[in-house]
């Protein structure tokens, strides 16, 4: 796998000049479209296709540019952008492509970093809100302080399930910390009712803190994210715990758990080729190894599930003529196909975003740029209900 990802990669740079070509042309079309909506979808269409790719080759200084670049043109939109700080990136990313085509250090960033810097000053990291529910402020305090050192975050406390789920009704927060016993409404019941409850948290990350792992279960089917098991290791294993919410990279949408049996059928939907190609060097990864299809658009998908009838469908949300939610919405009006479950992949990151997608019922979202050395285990992970 690390050889084609390699070869996989190298060609993706040989290419990536093409592309950036096609963004600068857009840019430059931005100026005689009136309105400017054609230059202006496709011009965000390649950048998030171009981000994507890098991130998922390990090329990060390019998705990171890409990133900032897609910030700045959402914020501004297409009757505002500063041509010349858009042509300055531009510039940097012909710059970057051309050292790692020299053969020189992929992994060497810094130097890029700072010029990019001084075209976009980065914004400070945004706090994690999390809500600490434990009825002793000893070790309220001691998550708190722990996740402190590593992290930045703001902390609220509550020492009851109830009062909690009050919160987390109507506040809005990042990740749920709780203890088994925290009152009538104990930790798992809590974790349960925020998963079942059309809130704000519903598909936030949950942390289940416990002396013995068998009180995780509820027997709801909506059990916690993530189970630690208090031990000598528990300073080590929370920020190792907080670490993987903050950086996840797939979520499971809120339907309850149930047996979906061998996954022997997959059809993956994305326009990118290069996306797909890390699609199938991934599934690889899955025993026993499953039938998987492609297609290249929305459109394709639809003709091809006319006479294919796979387990699960893996999907790009920003494809051109018909997005995944308008793929989907079509797949949700034939009887035939309504049932197959769905699991997003997105280049969005903030969590309106992927509580929008999950909101549309589908199994899960996987973020972009993912290692595809561990996408099947993100596959298995949500096609059974496991973290």
Same mark, same amino acid.
């Given at each position: 796998?690390?050889?084609?990802?390699?070869?996989?990669?190298?060609?993706?740079?040989?290419?990536?000049?093409?592309?950036?070509?096609?963004?600068?042309?857009?840019?430059?079309?931005?100026?005689?479209?009136?309105?400017?909506?054609?230059?202006?979808?496709?011009?965000?269409?390649?950048?998030?296709?171009?981000?994507?790719?890098?991130?998922?080759?390990?090329?990060?200084?390019?998705?990171?540019?890409?990133?900032?670049?897609?910030?700045?043109?959402?914020?501004?939109?297409?009757?505002?952008?500063?041509?010349?700080?858009?042509?300055?990136?531009?510039?940097?990313?012909?710059?970057?492509?051309?050292?790692?085509?020299?053969?020189?250090?992929?992994?060497?960033?810094?130097?890029?970093?700072?010029?990019?810097?001084?075209?976009?000053?980065?914004?400070?990291?945004?706090?994690?809100?999390?809500?600490?529910?434990?009825?002793?402020?000893?070790?309220?305090?001691?998550?708190?302080?722990?996740?402190?050192?590593?992290?930045?975050?703001?902390?609220?406390?509550?020492?009851? &399930?109830?009062? /909690?789920? $009050?919160? #987390?009704?109507?506040?809005?927060? %990042?990740?749920?910390?709780?203890? !088994?016993?925290?009152? *009538?409404?104990?930790?798992?019941?809590?974790?349960?009712?925020?998963?079942?409850?059309?809130?704000?948290?519903?598909?936030?990350?949950?942390?289940?803190?416990?002396?013995?792992?068998?009180?995780?279960?509820?027997?709801?089917?909506?059990?916690?994210?993530?189970?630690?098991?208090?031990?000598?290791?528990?300073?080590?294993?929370?920020?190792?715990?907080?670490?993987?919410?903050?950086?996840?990279?797939?979520?499971?949408?809120?339907?309850?758990?149930?047996?979906?049996?061998?996954?022997?059928?997959?059809?993956?939907?994305?326009?990118?080729?290069?996306?797909?190609?890390?699609?199938?060097?991934?599934?690889?990864?899955?025993?026993?190894?499953?039938?998987?299809?492609?297609?290249?658009? &929305?459109?394709? /998908?639809? $003709?091809? #599930?006319?006479?294919?009838?796979? %387990?699960?469908?893996?999907?790009? !949300?920003?494809?051109? *003529?018909?997005?995944?939610?308008?793929?989907?919405?079509?797949?949700?009006?034939?009887?035939?196909?309504?049932?197959?479950?769905?699991?997003?992949?997105?280049?969005?990151?903030?969590?309106?975003?992927?509580?929008?997608?999950?909101?549309?019922?589908?199994?899960?979202?996987?973020?972009?740029?993912?290692?595809?050395?561990?996408?099947?285990?993100?596959?298995?992970?949500?096609?059974?209900?496991?973290?």
């Amino acid at each position: 796998m690390e050889d084609q990802n390699v070869s996989m990669r190298d060609d993706y740079l040989s290419s990536l000049a093409e592309q950036i070509e096609n963004i600068e042309y857009l840019l430059m079309a931005l100026r005689h479209d009136k309105p400017p909506n054609s230059s202006w979808d496709d011009l965000l269409r390649v950048i998030h296709s171009v981000k994507g790719a890098a991130g998922s080759l390990g090329v990060n200084f390019i998705g990171t540019v890409c990133h900032q670049f897609e910030t700045y043109l959402s914020a501004t939109g297409p009757t505002k952008i500063n041509l010349d700080l858009c042509l300055q990136l531009i510039d940097l990313l012909f710059e970057y492509i051309n050292h790692c085509l020299e053969g020189k250090n992929i992994a060497n960033d810094i130097l890029f970093n700072k010029k990019l810097e001084a075209i976009i000053p980065s914004k400070k990291t945004a706090d994690f809100k999390i809500l600490i529910v434990e009825n002793t402020q000893a070790m309220s305090e001691y998550y708190a302080k722990t996740l402190s050192e590593k992290f930045m975050v703001t902390i609220t406390y509550e020492k009851t &399930g109830i009062r /909690a789920f $009050a919160r #987390l009704i109507k506040e809005d927060y %990042d990740a749920l910390l709780t203890s !088994v016993y925290v009152g *009538e409404l104990d930790g798992p019941s809590l974790i349960s009712a925020v998963k079942v409850c059309r809130g704000p948290n519903r598909n936030i990350p949950t942390l289940l803190i416990t002396s013995d792992q068998n009180k995780a279960i509820s027997g709801t089917g909506f059990d916690s994210d993530f189970v630690l098991k208090k031990s000598q290791n528990l300073h080590n294993d929370l920020l190792v715990y907080f670490e993987d919410i903050f950086n996840k990279r797939f979520f499971i949408g809120a339907i309850a758990k149930n047996d979906r049996g061998e996954l022997k059928k997959i059809l993956c939907v994305d326009d990118d080729e290069l996306i797909r190609g890390l699609v199938k060097i991934g599934l690889k990864k899955l025993l026993p190894l499953p039938e998987v299809q492609f297609a290249e658009s &929305g459109k394709n /998908a639809l $003709a091809k #599930l006319e006479n294919y009838h796979p %387990d699960l469908i893996i999907m790009d !949300v920003m494809m051109p *003529e018909m997005t995944g939610p308008e793929t989907l919405n079509q797949i949700r009006l034939d009887k035939l196909t309504r049932a197959i479950p769905v699991i997003f992949l997105t280049g969005q990151h903030e969590k309106a975003e992927i509580n929008a997608l999950l909101e549309l019922g589908v199994l899960g979202v996987i973020r972009k740029p993912f290692d595809n050395k561990k996408l099947a285990g993100y596959i298995e992970a949500i096609w059974h209900r496991k973290c």
